[in-house]
Nanobody
């Protein structure tokens, strides 16, 4: 059983940056694929990036590619989401999720464990 905890959300100005963290309060992330999702009010949860368990390779959707970097620190049992040049359509609750080491996926049903989410707000 894995329990995920996100942190690092908050208020940032347009064009600003945030780094979110996903840690395991219980269990280890090292052998799991980690995905990042977001859900804005009235919209479906959207997967936009993930990192593999084996070599730290990543994939991103077009909506965030070039502005987002996912990295993992195996020793700290933590996965980071660095977001730069935040835009007015980025505000949402951001979630990390853990899934099996079977590749990379943006699909929510690939993942077995979810964090509680952290709010990101973009406003001047």
């Amino acid at each position: 059983q894995v329990q995920l905890v996100e942190s690092g959300g908050g208020l940032v100005q347009p064009g600003g940056s945030l780094r979110l963290s996903c840690t395991a309060a219980r269990g280890t992330l090292d052998d799991l694929t980690i995905g990042w999702f977001r859900q804005a009010p009235g919209k479906e949860r959207e997967g936009f990036g993930c990192v593999s368990s084996s070599d730290g390779s990543t994939i991103y959707t077009n909506a965030v590619r070039g502005r987002v970097t996912i990295s993992r620190n195996y020793g700290e049992n933590t996965v980071y989401l660095q977001m730069n040049n935040l835009k007015p359509d980025d505000p949402a609750v951001y979630y990390c999720a853990a899934g099996p080491p079977l590749g990379l996926s943006f699909r929510a049903n690939f993942y077995n464990y979810w964090g509680q989410g952290t709010q990101v707000t973009v406003s001047s």
